[in-house]
T-cell receptor, first 116, second 114 residues
Framework: GENVEQHPSTLSVQEGDSAVIKCTYS??????FPWYKQELGKRPQLIID?????GEKKDQRIAVTLNKTAKHFSLHITETQPEDSAVYFC???????????????FGKGTKLSVKP | DVKVTQSSRYLVKRTGEKVFLECVQD?????MFWYRQDPGLGLRLIYF???????EKGDIPEGYSVSREKKERFSLILESASTNQTSMYLC?????????????FGEGSWLTVV
């Protein structure tokens, strides 16, 4: 089955710097890659996702890149702010139309701390 | 706004007790999930359901069972709670059978087994 590895487990940056979190996946059939943000004491929430037919997607200060050949995808946060401090989870799944759904397999999470 | 509500935020139970964690979603979603979250281990899938009265095992089903009698409600049951089941439990739902739909999480239930 699918296995998702996420690095680093903790990341500390200065406010205004960029942060990059990387994930690798094992199943080449995976084609959907969401990222979730979980603030302290709160529920995980989707912040951005990418499908395998695109290589990059941006939404304001966050972007995700996907390298299908190498089977890795990354989250990039630019101009970090203290409110970006949270645990970030990557995930992968197989999107099948008409077949059984591939469940999301999550990475172990990255705790990002943004120092003011 | 999608709402996934878990009935209990914090529970303390004794070893051997039967524990029910309840989850309700208000968006007519077909899919519902129970995850367990532990530090350093991320989010691990316990059970999921694509339809009423339907259930399938996830990655760590041992020691758990589930019930889905109504579309909006998905219950996680610990038949005989043990200390290694102390954890945060997250319920989630998504729209339909096709993956790629956003998963919406509840606020979580913190369970301590003593």
């Amino acid at each position: 089955g699918e296995n998702v590895e996420q690095h680093p487990s903790t990341l500390s940056v200065q406010e205004g710097d960029s942060a990059v979190i990387k994930c690798t996946y094992s199943d080449s059939a995976s084609n959907y890659f969401p990222w979730y943000k979980q603030e302290l004491g709160k529920r995980p929430q989707l912040i951005i996702d990418i499908r395998s037919n695109v290589g990059e997607k941006k939404d304001q200060r966050i972007a995700v890149t996907l390298n299908k050949t190498a089977k890795h995808f990354s989250l990039h946060i630019t101009e970090t702010q203290p409110e970006d401090s949270a645990v970030y989870f990557c995930a992968a799944s197989i999107m099948n139309y008409g077949g059984s759904q591939g469940n999301l397999i999550f990475g172990k999470g990255t705790k990002l701390s943004v120092k003011p | 706004d999608v709402k996934v509500t878990q009935s209990s935020r914090y529970l303390v139970k004794r070893t051997g007790e039967k524990v029910f964690l309840e989850c309700v979603q208000d968006m007519d979603h077909e899919n519902m999930f129970w995850y367990r979250q532990d530090p350093g281990l991320g989010l691990r899938l316990i059970y999921f359901s694509y339809d009423v009265k339907m259930k399938e095992k996830g990655d760590i089903p041992e020691g758990y069972s589930v019930s889905r009698e109504k579309k909006e409600r998905f219950s996680l049951i610990l038949e005989s709670a043990s200390t290694n089941q102390t954890s945060m439990y997250l319920c989630a739902s998504s729209l339909g059978r096709f993956s790629g739909n956003t998963i919406y999480f509840g606020e979580g239930s913190w369970l301590t087994v003593v």
